[in-house]
């Protein structure tokens, strides 16, 4: 069966510190990906999605990337965060074209 | 881009209570699912339901994808049935969508 693992599970940084959540699927081969961001009360927000190795699709300007070295692997990434980055982060994955989605535990950031 | 907005924005009920959660959305789509996220956070998928009805337990959805529409329907809540429940939608697009979400308080 398919899982999904992301972590950490919670992360607290200093501004202006740099970030790197990964997140990895099993049982499954070249699955949709997508990285979303909910803040505290609100609903989810798409930051990123990829359909293949080195295929990342960006949804909001901002200060965060993403990259997908391997096939099951996706990894959301900042250089100097801000204090607006504080979030819930959800990894999820879908087996193809208009399927269903599923998600991680999430990562809950906070940036101090 | 397309429009997902759910009603009622928030809920409160008695335990034992039954209640319908509504989903519209302003293109057609080809991907509909609802989640119930948890107070931890956590997404938990309750249907996979572009079209058509399904049911599970307590809980049965409908969507009418012709008149752009789904509907959540939760039979005697329990306090457990708490949460903020989602639907998030694809169009011809790889992108899934969400909903602004409904928040539902169930009381003993």
């Known amino acids: 069966s398919q899982t999904i693992h992301q972590w950490p599970a919670t992360l607290v940084q200093p501004v202006g510190s740099p970030l790197s959540l990964e997140c990895t699927v099993e049982?499954?081969?070249?699955?949709?990906l997508y990285w979303y961001r909910q803040a505290a009360g609100r609903g989810l927000q798409l930051l990123f999605y990829s359909v293949g190795i080195g295929q990342i699709s960006s949804e909001v300007p901002q200060n965060l990337s993403a990259s997908r070295p391997q096939d099951r692997q996706f990894i959301l990434s900042s250089k100097k965060l801000l204090l607006s980055d504080s979030g819930f982060y959800l990894c999820a994955w879908s087996s193809q074209r208009f399927t269903e989605a599923f998600f991680g535990q999430g990562t809950r950031l906070t940036v101090v | 881009g397309i429009q997902v907005e759910q009603s009622p924005p928030d809920l409160i009920l008695q335990e034992g209570a039954n209640s319908t959660l509504r989903c519209n959305f302003s293109d057609s789509v080809n991907n509909l699912q609802w989640f119930h996220q948890n107070p931890w956070g956590q997404l938990i998928n309750l249907f996979y339901i572009p079209s058509g009805t399904k049911q599970n337990g307590r809980l049965s959805a409908t969507t009418v994808a012709t008149e752009r529409y789904s509907l959540l329907y939760i039979s005697s809540s329990q306090t457990t049935d708490s949460g903020v429940y989602f639907c998030?939608?694809?169009?011809?697009?790889?992108?899934?969508?969400f909903g602004t979400g409904t928040r539902l308080q169930v009381f003993p």
């Open positions: 049982g499954t081969s070249n699955p949709n």
């Open positions: 998030a939608v694809m169009v011809n697009t790889d992108k899934l969508i």
